[in-house]
């Protein structure tokens, strides 16, 4: 539990709208929530400063349900990935408050609260292609879901370049940029040579046979040239957004 909560706790009691014992109870919450079918972290927050993420892939709509209903039992935001049209379904019957987004196959319910989430740090993310996007909006939900002011420019890779430099004012001053590209995977190192912040390089599985489902890229992304260019797996728009964030986050706390 954090001060914050623990204040709201304190306050709730001292003005009779909680009893003792409710506050007792929440005190001692267990750190894992046993579902059967899942164990549930409810003190990564604490510990890494954002609640457990549901990678929705391989799970049925009501084990997906589940471990939502926890975490917002628990108070605290729930982002859902990889979320298939029959999750998405089922999710928006129960949660029609959660926003869905279904290129980026995200759910995100965040914890009410009368008082709109700060913005901390800038990520913007780039895309080589329009085929790309997917993969770019999974990075870009993730990042604001952290709580970072996110910028999504879309098809701006290498084959023609002058898409890319007419933006470099709107990417340049970013404290942590995501780029996601499939064939060459060669639009990281190009921004990287461009800019002073760390460049989170996310390949794709997009391209022809001989990109072999986005190898040739992630294979290109880790033998660039630029030095602040560092790369995560394949189609992980989600690890490159949310390594993005905690960098941004971090840059605009010790500014």
Known sequence: MTVDEMRRLLEEVYAGQLSVETALRRLHEPP????????????RRQRCGFPEVIFCEGKTPQWVEGVVRQ????NQDCLATRVNAEQAAHLAS??????QDRIARTFWLPVPSAMPHETQGRVVILTAGTSDLPVAQEAA???RAIGCEVKLLAD???AGIHRLLRHREQFAGADAIVVVAGMDG???SVVGGLVDCPVIAVPTSIGYGAAFGGLA????????????????NIDSGFKGGYVAA????RAARSA
């Open 217 to 232: 890229a992630l294979l290109t992304m880790l033998n660039a040239c630029s030095a602040n260019v560092v790369a995560v």
């Open 94 to 99: 129960l949660f029609p408050q959660a926003e």
């Open 71 to 74: 975490l917002v039992e628990a």
């Open 186 to 188: 060669a639009l990281p």
């Open 141 to 143: 939900v993730t990042a």
């Open 246 to 249: 905690l960098i941004a986050r």
């Open 156 to 158: 701006v890779g290498v």
């Open 32 to 43: 894992v929530a046993d579902l059967g079918f899942a164990q549930v972290d409810l003190h």
